[in-house]
């Protein structure tokens, strides 16, 4: 069985960074393209960012500019979420999600409906 667990939310002030971690297990991470969301406060779960299967390429919400990265580590079963300029907006349950895809694949996937595995989510708060 598939499980993607999350870690690394917390408290930050604006302007501060942290760092998310997903890890998944079950299955060779390898064979997953992974994406990032996030669901703010009586919002829609939406759309962060997405790596490639092959760590050779990211997507990222316009929103963002620029200011998420996001990076994978085949070797340890894991893709990260590095967070900086950290704003009030974006306080928000952040949630990683697992496409399997094959190997040559390089269409980035945006909508949740195209993930087949999530984590439960990590808190993230942006507040002085």
């Known amino acids: 069985q598939v499980q993607l667990v999350e870690s690394g939310g917390g408290l930050v002030q604006p302007g501060g960074s942290l760092k998310l971690s997903c890890t998944v297990s079950g299955r060779a991470f390898s064979e997953f393209a992974m994406g990032w969301f996030r669901q703010a406060p009586g919002k829609e779960r939406e759309f962060v960012g997405h790596?490639?299967?092959?760590?050779?390429?990211?997507k990222y919400a316009d929103f963002l500019y620029g200011r998420f990265t996001i990076s994978r580590d085949n070797a340890a079963n894991t893709v990260y979420l590095q967070m900086d300029s950290l704003e009030p907006e974006d306080t928000a349950v952040y949630y990683c999600a697992a496409k399997s895809v094959y190997s040559g694949n390089s269409f980035f996937y945006t909508e949740q409906e195209d993930y087949d595995y999530w984590g439960q989510g990590t808190q993230v708060t942006v507040s002085s």
């Open positions: 790596i490639l299967r092959s760590g050779l390429n990211t």
